[in-house]
């Protein structure tokens, strides 16, 4: 199949699974052809399901972006597509929970750091230059209400969004008058595998109930589309965590995050 120039043009990573995939399929519903990236081998039966209706091209990439090689792998395949991007959804991301002092591995600390803040860094300063020079785009970072506390037994993750999320405000603003907007996608405990990857099922927060990830998808294209800085994404009762975190001191979100957090509280 080849593409039709009328269709605008998405790049998603972390796709496969969960919220990536999610923001997949609410864009393919509207029109767009889509580049999906992911590390695993899912990458390519959510494009194949993706393709069923025949309505959209949808490219699979299976690609490490925790490697510098894997950036350059997805984006060399931006490239060879020969299309001009129209949203980019930098939206790859992993934890790591458990005690840093004793309990986790530095090799995931700083693998986390490489999917979550190194590939985004990467891949916006490989393809913002482009949607600049054209004067308009639209930019989805998946950060997260983690962003907005200290995370007790999640140390490096939270600490992770913090920086996505002051680098998806500060790109806004320098991108004002552009005609390309950012907007960072703050989502609370969402059912994804999320926490069983970060080995966190026996914690509170991983064993609670979670927020629909088609939801926080939905919410993200509508305010991705819109233009919006941002968007507290999921249920009322994490919208609400989020407000209340605005105001709270960093202790007492420290000892809240603690609570959800320590791993055996589930």
């Given at each position: 199949?080849?593409?039709?120039?009328?269709?605008?043009?998405?790049?998603?990573?972390?796709?496969?699974?969960?919220?990536?995939?999610?923001?997949?399929?609410?864009?393919?519903?509207?029109?767009?052809?889509?580049l999906l990236v992911a590390e695993d081998a899912g990458i390519e039966e959510a494009a194949a399901d993706l393709r069923r209706d025949g309505r959209n091209v949808i490219t699979a990439v299976r690609a490490d972006l925790a490697r510098h090689d894997g950036v350059l792998k997805a984006w060399y395949a931006v490239e060879e597509s020969g299309r001009s991007v129209d949203v980019l959804a930098l939206n790859a991301g992993r934890g790591i929970g458990g005690e840093f002092v004793g309990g986790t591995d530095l090799a995931d600390e700083l693998n986390v750091i490489d999917v979550n803040v190194t590939s985004t860094?990467?891949?916006?300063?490989?393809?913002?230059?482009?949607?600049?020079?054209?004067?308009?785009?639209?930019?989805?970072?998946?950060?997260s209400i983690a962003s907005m506390m200290p995370g007790t037994y999640q140390a490096v993750y939270n600490a992770s969004k913090s920086f996505v999320q002051s680098f998806a405000e500060a790109l806004r603003a320098e991108l004002k008058d552009s005609g390309v907007t950012v907007t960072s996608l703050m989502p609370g405990p969402?059912?994804?595998?999320?926490?069983?990857?970060?080995?966190?099922?026996?914690?509170?927060?991983?064993?609670?109930?979670?927020?629909?990830?088609?939801?926080?998808?939905?919410q993200a294209i509508r305010a991705l589309l819109d233009g919006k800085e941002k968007v507290l994404a999921g249920s009322l009762s994490t919208r609400a965590q989020a407000v209340a975190s605005k105001v709270a001191p960093d202790k007492v979100k420290a000892e809240m995050h603690r609570r959800m957090a320590e791993p055996g509280s589930a």
């Open positions: 199949m080849t593409h039709s120039e009328e269709n605008p043009f998405a790049v998603i990573t972390g796709a496969s699974s969960g919220i990536g995939y999610e923001l997949a399929r609410q864009l393919a519903a509207q029109g767009y052809d889509l860094v990467h891949l916006a300063k490989l393809a913002l230059p482009a949607m600049v020079a054209r004067g308009r785009g639209r930019v989805l970072i998946t950060s969402t059912d994804t595998n999320f926490f069983h990857r970060a080995e966190m099922d026996d914690t509170r927060v991983g064993a609670s109930d979670k927020d629909d990830p088609a939801q926080v998808a939905e």
